[in-house]
């Protein structure tokens, strides 16, 4: 697990300091990702395969339906992955593609997903909501398999 803080951490309560850790090295990489609506600007859907020519066409290494909502009507979105240098490049030709979009920025994604049972899981659920409200902390990343545990979405920049 990895905590993204705003400033010194003397800024921080010690209850907050106490759990602060470096990201560790190699266990996270940066990653450009682009979420767009899954419809087209022209409001036709967006097939899996199309928005996969489309990641082809645009320069993205990866493409996919996240399920998420994407620009707050509860929509689904797309999600496209690049290298962070990429980023921009690849955000312009997927809109000359037809693509909406709706978010990018740079992401740590880690390089291996740990499974935890579900009382570790609970618990760590608790700890990433507490982090995320302490002063200062602007994102918590984690590797932990499932569903999104915690609240927010784990990226850097933007």
């Known amino acids: ?6 400033g010194p951490s003397s800024a921080l309560p010690p209850t907050c300091r106490a759990s602060l850790s470096e990201v560790p090295r190699g266990a996270f990489e940066e990653r450009g990702w682009i979420r767009t609506a899954p419809h ?3 409001g036709c859907p967006i097939g899996q395969e199309e928005a996969l020519s489309a990641a082809i066409a645009a320069g993205a290494e990866d493409v996919n339906l996240d399920g998420k909502p994407g620009d ?7 999600e496209f ?11 312009q ?3 000359q593609e037809g693509l909406r979009l709706l978010a990018s920025g740079v992401r740590l994604v880690p390089h291996r997903r740990v499974a935890l049972q579900a009382e570790e899981r609970r618990r760590a659920e608790r ?4 982090l ?7 994102d918590v990343v984690h590797n932990i398999e499932g569903p999104e545990v915690g609240e927010g979405e784990p990226e850097v920049g933007g």
């Open 1 to 6: 697990m990895g905590i993204l803080k705003k």
């Open 40 to 42: 087209s600007a022209a």
């Open 72 to 78: 707050g009507d509860g929509e689904e979105a797309l």
């Open 81 to 91: 992955l690049c290298p962070p240098s990429e980023l921009s490049a690849v955000g």
């Open 93 to 95: 030709r997927l809109q």
């Open 127 to 130: 700890l990433l909501k507490e």
């Open 132 to 138: 995320r409200r302490c002063p200062g902390v602007s």
